[in-house]
């Protein structure tokens, strides 16, 4: 599996070459190889692709703490990155809409979608019935 070099194996095979040196090595985490490899030379990360790769390892696994020493970010803003990552994703004027629907208030109808920290706020009151309307 190759997991760092594309843009090099790409320009290669584009001058009509079809052989490269490569460092053969074992790991269980492929992506983290490639992060930390990428991280030491080459162009930084964007924000987005740095979040897309914040994500990817949350989803496959790897502790916020972790994820954090990795990219030098603390465990709060990786769970910020994770949960921004979560919420957009979400169809929130369904949401909203369901609020009128339902008769629950935004928190609980956010908890029932699976999002824990939308940072919606349970003070708002409970919608009016719409047969009260």
Same mark, same amino acid.
């Given at each position: 599996?190759?997991?760092? &070099?594309?843009?090099?194996?790409?320009?290669?095979?584009?001058? &009509?070459?079809? $052989?490269?040196?490569?460092?053969?090595?074992?790991?269980?985490?492929?992506?983290?190889?490639?992060?930390?490899?990428?991280?030491?030379?080459?162009?930084?990360?964007?924000? $987005?692709?740095?979040? $897309?790769?914040?994500? &990817?390892?949350?989803?496959?696994?790897?502790?916020?703490?972790?994820? &954090?020493?990795?990219?030098?970010?603390?465990?709060?803003?990786?769970?910020?990155?994770?949960?921004?990552?979560?919420?957009?994703?979400?169809?929130?004027?369904?949401?909203?809409?369901?609020?009128?629907?339902?008769?629950?208030?935004?928190?609980?109808?956010?908890?029932?979608?699976?999002?824990?920290?939308?940072?919606?706020?349970?003070?708002?009151?409970?919608?009016?019935?719409?047969?009260?309307?």
């Amino acid at each position: 599996m190759l997991i760092d &070099g594309f843009h090099r194996k790409m320009a290669l095979e584009s001058a &009509g070459m079809s $052989k490269m040196l490569v460092e053969e090595i074992e790991t269980d985490s492929p992506r983290i190889e490639a992060i930390k490899r990428n991280a030491s030379y080459g162009v930084p990360l964007t924000k $987005k692709e740095r979040n $897309k790769q914040i994500r &990817g390892l949350y989803d496959d696994g790897h502790t916020q703490s972790k994820i &954090g020493e990795l990219f030098g970010l603390s465990r709060r803003r990786i769970r910020q990155i994770v949960n921004a990552e979560e919420t957009s994703k979400i169809n929130v004027p369904a949401i909203l809409g369901e609020q009128f629907t339902t008769g629950q208030t935004r928190k609980e109808i956010a908890k029932n979608y699976g999002i824990v920290n939308l940072g919606l706020s349970s003070s708002f009151p409970r919608p009016a019935s719409l047969s009260a309307i």
